[in-house]
């Protein structure tokens, strides 16, 4: 997918493309136009309202399970459950062709039909640069990163200097906004 980088979007240790929604508008244009390739994909969305619906863009086949993990960990780290400072939530995972929308649903809500997988992750993610873009991602796909991110009591502006100093390197405010989740975070080394 060409224009992956308006979404939210991460790539796994295994190369694998995983994109998400920012917004209500943006999960349903996302799911909208993924269906619409008709091919199938393996979704994903928290148990709870708001979370990005996140899709790996691969065929199921091709998928292992550390794709899997990795895609959960990153579309719970960025639902409301990070904003609430949790510790852990719970994914859904499903096919793409389970996914159906009627039209009294609001935007955003889709239902899902028949056996939904469950995986529990952890909140925590690394910081690092993929395709050159600063990106927070699970910890086994972020190869050679040097901070973790949890929930925590650091703002997302004041989090700026900090992760400069970590990383060193200087960082612009938009791509530290763009690329961490809604809420405050905790910094841990990697050793």
């Keep these: 997918m060409e224009d992956y980088q308006k979404y939210k979007w991460f790539f796994t240790a295994s190369g694998k493309l995983v994109i998400g929604g ?38 199921m086949e091709d ?27 719970e994914v859904d995972v499903f096919k793409l062709s389970q996914l ?22 952890n909140l925590e993610l690394v910081i690092m640069r993929q395709h050159k873009t600063l990106r927070a991602v699970p910890e086994t796909a972020g190869i050679g990163a040097k901070i973790k991110l949890t929930p925590g009591s650091i703002s997302k502006e004041d989090i700026q200097p900090k992760l400069e100093i970590e990383l060193n390197e200087p960082l612009s405010r938009d791509e530290v906004l763009s690329a961490l989740p809604a809420g405050k975070f905790r ?5």
């Design 22 to 59: 920012k917004s209500a508008k943006q999960n349903d244009d996302l799911l909208k136009k993924i269906k619409a390739q008709g091919k199938e994909r393996l979704a994903m969305h928290t148990s709870q309202p708001g979370s990005p619906f996140c899709i790996i863009i691969a065929n």
């Design 63 to 89: 998928l292992s399970q550390q794709d899997i993990k990795e895609c959960a960990i990153f579309t719970g780290c960025f639902s409301r459950a990070w904003k609430e400072d949790k510790r852990t939530t």
């Design 100 to 121: 159906h929308k009627s039209k009294d649903m609001n935007e955003g809500t889709w239902g899902v039909y028949g056996k939904v997988q469950k995986i529990k992750v």
């Design 187 to 191: 910094t841990l080394k990697i050793t």
